[in-house]
């Protein structure tokens, strides 16, 4: 995907090529001043914009150095001192460190099995013609439409009687089969542009056929890889709906549903100080993260929705 | 490639299709099977009723109640947040005024950090974002009603989330807050393929940017817009207004269910009443309502493809 990466504007010096633009009449006077309005508007409408999605998160931010006096009082005001206590407080009484540990062994786990298992399947179906392809395609992608919601009642049941309740690795099998959908979906387009004759090649030389697909495919499929997988961390990282249905083991929480419980229990016991730590603490990682990895984050979020 | 192909094709389909088959296809059969049941989901029996269910939910208030809420989350919220999203891509992409020598079509200046700035919320949590929007709504001590107060706005001091009228769009606002970057930068992307020459050519027949827009932008990009309309509609139906509705309003769902939405509904009924066959019935409509959804938006969106 590109973006808007315009060339840098020339110079405006006088031995600057012609090009064409040069060559238009310039416009009426009347446009040239609607244009300063709607420039003026528009600039104004963007800055505004950008400021309600920055300070919020801001605030955030501040609130989670202040006491919770101050908190009260005056929530816009800059913190008196740095209480740093407020984050340690958050890490250690509050279990964010165990919510934080438990999502990263969640996500960690069915990042790696949906990739695996994701592009498996993808590989299958988009390489090899046999009865039945198009029918388990379709199966595989007819469930991004789906709300998940209608499932999660049976689901529960499924999930329970296999032992699976509040477990991690009951969380991550879950959180794999709802991730296959577009998974799937994704690499199988993605298989398709690969070029055939070096798996050919390969073949004719005598790799069995998982041993083209792991040494030679799966390799130069590494573009497609990161974007469905950046794709699926976010959304692993940031899942609710299934963690609560299916894990309510106060000690298997992960982060979102953590926060959440805290939230409620917190109000209570008034350390609001620390939830607003803890927040931040979920918030930062995720944000830090995206702003280094901006390109591959923004492209493995949007090549599908493009497709 | 013969040798091996059929035994090659089970080895790797066996596991990705058994789990998906186990967690999600099975579910979904056995959901639509229980919604003619009288299950409660505490005990394992229960016996067929036929359409008791469903004519029990047609005479039930908080159903229609719910039912209102999430079209009105389905249809309003894709126009806004989409609509907003097309306005700041086609700033940020086309709007900039020319400069001098530069290329012809140009976003405003800081477009760059626009479209990184507006894309934060898309990676953070939505239950994360709800949480602090919770904090932020609060009357007395949260930064809404205190940065009112701050300009002089001391009669305004809504109660936000306590208010049956207010609740609903207190939280559909947040779901725009957390929606639009992804989609300033989805648009962002289509803008950027579109040739220049076609905005070359619009603007020496004299277009201005309104009818650029209307002109050449949107059309050349209806494709995008109508799979973000089913997107936006999908999730509004689903998982990001669960979990808005439920961190933010208290009950949760409101004062006097003023935001209960369908799967709030259906995960109350199943977790929290016991209800499970019930539940499982609401969420058949809730299947219906979405696929509707789908197929209405993707009826109207139906034009000629445009080729460039």
Same mark, same amino acid.
């Given at each position: 995907m590109k973006t808007t990466e315009t060339p840098a504007p020339l110079p405006a010096e006088s031995g600057a090529p012609i090009t064409k633009t040069d060559l238009q009449p310039p416009p009426p006077a009347k446009e040239r001043k609607e244009g300063t309005v709607l420039n003026v508007f528009s600039h104004g409408v963007l800055v505004i914009w950008a400021f309600m999605v920055v300070l919020p998160l801001l605030w955030a931010v501040m609130t989670s150095f202040k006491d919770d006096r101050s908190i009260f009082s005056?929530?816009?005001?800059?913190? =008196?001192?740095?209480?740093f206590d407020n984050w340690s407080r958050a890490w250690t009484q509050a279990n964010m460190s165990d919510y934080f540990l438990n999502t990263v062994l969640v996500v960690g786990g069915s990042l790696v099995g949906t990739l695996v298992l994701g592009s498996m399947a993808a590989y299958v179906l988009a390489r090899f013609d046999f009865p039945g392809n198009r029918f388990i395609y379709f199966l595989f992608i007819g469930g991004m439409s789906f709300p998940i919601m209608l499932a999660l009642v049976p689901l529960f049941y499924v999930v329970n009687n296999m032992g699976l309740l509040n477990t991690i690795h009951g969380l991550i099998l879950v959180y794999i089969a709802y991730s296959l959908p577009f998974t799937v979906f994704f690499l199988t387009a993605f298989f398709r542009t690969l070029p055939t004759s070096i798996a050919e090649a390969a073949f004719v030389d005598g790799a069995s056929h998982s041993r083209t697909f792991f040494q030679i495919m799966l390799p130069m499929a590494k573009p497609g890889l990161i974007s469905v997988g950046i794709f699926n961390f976010l959304g692993q990282w940031n899942q609710y709906m299934l963690p609560t249905v299916l894990n309510t083991d106060p000690d298997k929480r992960v982060l979102t549903q953590g926060l959440v419980q805290l939230a409620v229990s917190q109000g209570y016991k008034g350390d609001w100080s620390g939830l607003f730590a803890g927040l931040v603490m979920a918030m930062l990682p995720v944000l830090a993260a995206y702003v280094i990895f901006q390109r591959q984050v923004v492209q493995g979020l949007t090549a599908g929705a493009l497709k | 490639m013969q040798h091996g192909k059929y035994r090659f094709i089970v080895g790797f389909l066996a596991l990705p299709l058994g789990l998906y088959a186990l967690f999600v296809v099975w579910p979904f059969i056995q959901s639509i099977y229980y919604s003619f049941t009288d299950w @409660?989901?505490?005990?394992p029996e229960f016996k067929m009723v036929g359409f008791d269910n469903y004519s029990r939910m047609l005479d039930d208030d908080i159903f229609w109640k719910s039912l209102q809420h999430s079209l009105l989350f389905a249809l309003l919220l894709p126009v806004v947040t989409i609509g907003l999203a097309l306005f700041f891509a086609f700033m940020i992409n086309v709007g900039g005024r020319k400069r001098r020598n530069g290329p012809v079509i140009t976003g405003v200046r800081g477009s760059g950090f626009y479209k990184i700035v507006y894309f934060f919320?898309? /990676?953070?949590?939505i239950a994360i974002v709800a949480l602090l929007f919770a904090f932020a709504y609060?009357?007395?001590?949260?930064?809404i009603n205190s940065l009112l107060r701050g300009v002089g706005l001391d009669d305004v001091q809504p109660l936000w989330l306590g208010d049956p009228d207010l609740a609903l769009w207190a939280v559909m606002g947040v779901l725009v807050w957390s929606t639009v970057g992804f989609f300033v930068v989805l648009f962002s992307a289509g803008m950027a393929s579109i040739p220049a020459e076609m905005y070359e050519a619009a603007l020496l027949d004299g277009a201005n940017r309104v009818t650029t827009f209307f002109r050449v932008t949107l059309p050349l990009l209806w494709d995008t817009v109508q799979s973000g309309w089913v997107y936006v509609g999908i999730l509004a139906l689903g998982a990001e207004s669960f979990a808005v509705v439920q961190i933010m309003t208290t009950g949760p769902g409101g004062? =006097?269910?003023?935001? @209960? /939405?369908m799967v709030l509904y259906v995960y109350q009924k199943a977790f929290r009443d016991g209800q499970a066959a019930y539940a499982t019935t609401i969420g058949v409509a809730l299947l219906v309502v979405t696929l509707a959804f789908a197929a209405v938006v993707m009826r109207l969106g139906r034009r000629e493809r445009l080729e460039y």
């Open positions: 005056s929530p816009w005001s800059l913190p =008196d001192s740095l209480h | @409660t989901g505490l005990s919320p898309q /990676v953070l949590s609060n009357p007395d001590s949260g930064a004062p =006097d269910y003023s935001t @209960t /939405v």
